[in-house]
């Protein structure tokens, strides 16, 4: 990319104590086939050597934004969100891994399909080895996807491409819901944009239990039933969505932790 040309695209991505995956992260998206994009990268306070490492990579496409404190991952995202000059903004964790084509075909979808606000992709699962153990695949149409909202998050959340649009008319990323970001955004998305799942593998996303997932699963539990009350109470899901609500506040209180993430992993992985 030109110093002068605007990107059309912008890959935002949050990283705190990211090594050593950190490096295979960043090479995913410098060397994508699409090449009109900048990278704006938050480093949250890590203590480990990830700052260091993404200042040796030279490459005028990475804005590197560094937190004096650990601001948590909802946060971080805004702070890019708010430096971005992209029409689109790409999402990107710092454990996984985008394919060489991922930004093209995610690009030329929005293009042929001018109604479709977000779109996310499905994604291999790899271990911390980076061994496949499974795949992900999620809806593809709106209406699909938004039957699924009502209990989960149905686009991957470092797959997402979304028009500018989408993050300036919902003002990104609620804080108050941060470890469930994504599924806040969606929630809160549902009646005024259109979302879609292109269905390829674009992604390699990364299981393991150093994941924010894993060492916060009884908080992001907790955090997901609170996104489903709110939607309970706005009406996005209609009446019946009591009984989703009552079902999910009975896993949260009763089933023991451990059980829980072994279901969750299971499911993952199935």
């Given amino acids: 990319m030109r110093a002068s040309q605007k990107p059309q695209v912008s890959v935002i991505m949050s990283v705190h104590n990211g090594m050593p995956y950190l490096k295979e992260a960043v090479k995913s998206i410098l060397s994508q086939t699409y090449k009109n994009f900048e ?3 938050v480093d949250d306070a890590s203590t480990d050597k990830s700052l260091k490492y993404l200042k040796s990579v030279h490459d005028k496409r990475i804005k590197l934004i560094k937190n004096s404190k650990n ?60 061994r496949t153990v499974g795949e992900k695949k999620y809806p593809k149409n709106d ?19 979304a028009r500018t649009e989408f993050y300036e008319k919902t003002k990104g990323y609620d804080i108050r819901f941060d470890m469930a970001e994504d ?28 994941r924010r997932s894993r060492q916060h699963f009884r908080q992001m539990d907790l955090t997901d039933l609170r996104i489903k009350r709110k939607a309970l109470q706005k009406g996005y899901f209609g009446r019946l969505y009591i009984l989703t609500v009552i079902k999910k506040t009975l896993m949260v209180y009763l089933i023991p932790l451990p059980i829980k993430v072994r279901i969750a992993k299971f499911l993952k992985v199935a």
């Avoid at 929630?187 to 390829?200: D, H, L, S, T, Y």
């Fill in 39 to 41: 990278f704006i990268i």
């Fill in 183 to 210: 599924y806040e955004l969606l929630v809160r998305a549902k009646e005024k944009f259109q979302m879609a799942n292109i269905g390829q593998k674009l992604l390699l996303w990364r299981l393991g239990n150093k």
């Fill in 71 to 130: 601001l948590g991952l909802a946060t971080s995202l805004n702070k890019a969100l708010k430096v971005a000059k992209g029409e689109y903004i790409a999402r990107m964790d710092a454990d996984d891994i985008s394919l060489p084509k991922r930004l093209e075909t995610q690009l030329n979808f929005l293009i042929k399909n001018p109604k479709v606000d977000l779109c996310g992709s499905w994604a291999e699962l790899i271990n911390e080895e980076g």
């Fill in 143 to 161: 209406k699909e996807i938004k039957k699924a909202l009502g209990w989960y998050p149905p686009l991957i959340h470092p797959t997402w491409l």
